[in-house]
């Protein structure tokens, strides 16, 4: 199985690329992509020098442009499909329609993914996506339990690359506007959820409010711990009760289902993540190239060794993990 | 594959038409049939039928849908079959394949499966799939795309510029009255919420007749949990927006179902429509109807819980 790894800059990059990823996604420094912040992902000369890193050490670097554009952004993200060809990636991972269609015919050699974006979520969709564009690999959304996963690959006519490990989507990835209910901005639209931009700390006597787009996601008393206010994974009250009424602040480890993604037929576990510092994608990079490794040279053998479970828990949000949808309960 | 219909008469002096929504909450299947008895003497143009949400909802089977698709077709009703939004297991796409091989009815495909198995042949799209500038609504089209739903989350503006573009014999829809379908996810929430596993979850949702309300820690009504589905708590409402969409040259105004008040809520949009009520203040009187209150935030490029032109 393929380890593909985040890169929010080329430190990042670097990090995954010396620490074992075989393959790691990148993308532009705008809208163009899911991971749009402040700060992040790459200017053009800086995109040159990772690739040529990546080149040097035999890892593949995909580039993501994996929002939707609407007409007035449309020729924008042409330019980035024509600049991704010219840099000659390995691959483009997009999720709208309209691009991969510019983007099958305009650069027929391009080798396409269909980004977790594209929220297909069974084979039926993969066909359409493989009919009329020639994606060659796609990335399934975190909504299927491991043996839907099995099902989507006996069926599918492209390769399959699911999730292993990083900040869980708990709705349907490109199909959740949530954040632009609060905020106006959505991963689709924006390429961002829960955007810093609109987030307030609001500190009193003796709590600590986070607010999204004036929303209280959030209350804390003094001195407890506090996490970025994720629309999904805020504090409600429903019925009279409150809780993580979506999700906890948990993260998604799935390293315990190699042994069944395997058997699936899974050809690459994606690890999120381009917003984390080079220094968490160099932990996780290198822990999860020492699992693979081991899973490879002793398949009926693998469990995760404590020490790894433990050093992935402590970087994740909520330093707590979860096997999510893959585990059926979970849903 | 039958030829798509021309439009002929120009944008401004079309009337748009009414459509209904399918029912997105889980009604137990005597008030189902009630309120499509309802439905059958309303004035709306377009019904579209059938479960979108979850495929554990069984109160209202495909035969049962099939006959009330037909008695309201008796009726002069348009009927659409609408399908799952979130396609899944193998059982939900031979569902889904049951819907999409019939011929009798217009097919609405809410996910790229769904817009797979009707492909070559005319078939709607509602606001699950994502259709997001000119180009794709082209590929569509080229594949029997005969309506779409403009996506929920999208601005007038960009509106416009999708009209202009449009292919011919595609006809435009919007979501004009209802709360906003905001994510689908593969928990149920509802089911969660009464501490039962998804995979017995007991009808979970057939208590809450419009969903289960998420309210802020300060007591702010947010978000609606319908089953894997969260919706807005409060609901979309753009029937004062009708001179700036008769100027779009829409050719579908939508109406999402809710539990009490629409007859009235189907009544004042036809008087609008009808140019006997003003737009304005038919949406003023919508306000009073809703489960919450009204948001029209997304139209006007805010917030989509925005409260632009709503006093």
Redesign the interface.
Known sequence: MELVCPAGNLPALKAAVDNGANAVYIGFRDDTNARHFAGLNFAPNKMVDGIRYARSKGVRVFIALNTYPRPDGFRRFEQAVDRAAELGVDALIAADIGVLDYASRTHPRLSLHLSVQGSATNYEALRFYHEHFGIRRAVLPRVLSISQVQHVIDQSPVEIEVFAFGSLCVMVEGRCILSSYATGRSPNTFGACSPASHVEWIETEDKLDTRLGGVLIQRHAKGENVGYPTLCKGTFNTDGQTYHAIEDAVSLNAMELLPQMAAAGVKAVKIEGRQRSPVYVAQVTKIWREALDSFAKNPNAFTPKPEWTSALGRVSEGAQTTLGPYHRPWQ | MTEPQPLTAAPSSRRPRLSLGPISYYWPKAEVDAFYAMVAEAPVDIVYLGETICSKRNQVRFEDWMAIAERLAEHGKEVVLSTL??????S??KR?RAICEQSRFLVEAN???????L?GRPFAIGH?V???????L???AGQGLKRWVYP???TRE?LE??QR?RPDGVETEVMAYGR?P????????TA??KDL???DCRDACIDYADG?????????Q??V?NGIQ?Q?AHTANLLAELPAMRRLGLDILRISPQSEHMEQIIALFDQALRDSVDPAEAAAQLNALMPVGPCD??WH??????KHAIA
């Open positions: 939004a979130l396609v899944e297991a193998e939900e796409l889904l996910d790229m499966g769904a817009v797979q198995l492909a699950s994502n259709c997001y500038n000119d180009r794709t082209a590929v569509l929920v989350e999208l960009t510029q999708m573009t906003l905001l994510a689908y996810s593969a928990r149920c929430f969660r919420h596993p998804k995979d289960l309300v998420v309210n802020t820690q300060d007591d702010q947010f978000l949990l969260t807005s935030g997304y490029g805010e917030a989509g819980m925005a």
